[in-house]
């Protein structure tokens, strides 16, 4: 079989329905091998910002994993701005691009570059697939990192020979994942005490509770708490019902104002970050003085990334 099968075979075993993309010559080998794969849209777009974006918000409407197919360097420059949004948004992706044949490298043909150094600061993972037999693991790591928590795009360079080149590997069959972490007991009879001791508290809420299914369960909390719940300032999914009586808003861009928002609260439970999305620089902890401060993640990376916690 030829690398470009391996590569559709991937994405059928991934669940993938969308490609969405603004293809060129380098990218004939996915064309060509569309029609033998009637299950998979391919959608194209008059600009490669808005291949990227779409893909994007498919994958916070649906929580499936997209691919975006771009055109070597300039395609993938002109589709780097919202990799960068998507990087932001969380939105599990994979963005491809075609290459030239890595026989040409030395020459510098024509739309040639690095593809997998121009995507690597607004990516997770960025990499280019050298031989045929490299396909299979580079996808089925692709799809993963994609995935990871905290969720966001990869980048797969495919150069055109590679995609034509025969292997013998063929596409990994996807198996669930089964990676939720249980709490720490520990832990969570810690941050009871704390919940139960406070008389003042308050809830900050970001995407990852829409993400994970958990709304209602932050309604109870809130209401059990007797909580106000604000809400993060830059987010793109209601993680708490904007007519409810505890809801308090939309936080400001600045730590100032931000502490200033939360008042005299004594404790502060952060829950599905990241926090805090800053525009403007002002001194200070976003904290009001003396509050206790817990936070819950479902990527232990982000606990205390920002801001010490108490």
């Known amino acids: 079989m030829r690398g470009r099968q391996v590569f559709m075979d991937s994405l059928v075993a991934h669940g993938v329905d969308r490609i969405f993309g603004n293809p060129g010559t380098t990218e004939s080998p996915l064309l060509d091998s569309l029609q033998s794969y009637p299950q998979i849209e391919y959608v194209v777009a008059l600009h490669e910002g808005i291949a990227v974006g779409a893909a994007s918000f498919y994958a916070q409407a649906n929580g499936k994993t997209p691919v975006v197919n771009l055109h070597v360097a300039p395609g993938l420059g002109n589709g780097i701005g919202m990799m960068y949004s998507a990087l932001k948004a969380n939105s599990p992706m994979v963005v491809t691009a075609g290459q030239q044949d890595t026989r040409l490298r030395l020459r510098e043909p024509i739309l040639g570059h690095d593809l997998a150094a121009m995507a690597a600061p607004v990516v997770k993972w960025s990499v280019q697939v050298e031989r045929a037999d490299e396909m299979a693991a580079i996808m089925q790591r692709a799809f993963k990192i994609a995935n990871e928590a905290p969720a966001g795009p990869v980048f797969v360079a495919l150069p055109i020979n590679v995609m034509e080149q025969e292997t013998e590997n063929g596409a990994a069959a996807s198996v669930e994942m089964y990676t939720a972490p249980r709490p720490d007991p520990d832990g ?121 916690l108490t």
């Open 188 to 308: 969570v009879a810690a941050i009871t005490k704390q919940i139960l001791a406070a008389t003042k508290p308050i809830i900050v809420v970001s995407d990852d509770v829409a993400r994970s299914g958990a709304t209602d369960d932050l309604v109870a909390l809130s209401e059990a708490m007797g909580a106000g719940v604000w809400f993060e300032a830059i987010r793109h999914h209601a993680a708490f019902p904007n007519r409810h009586p505890n809801a308090k808003g939309i936080l400001p861009v600045d730590a100032a104002a931000i502490r200033n928002s939360l008042g005299d609260a004594d404790l502060v439970l952060l829950i599905g970050g990241p926090f805090f999305e800053e525009v403007w620089f002002t001194p200070g902890a976003p904290f009001p003085d003396g509050a206790a401060v817990v936070q819950i993640e479902e990527s232990a990376a982000r606990l205390a990334y920002n801001h010490p």
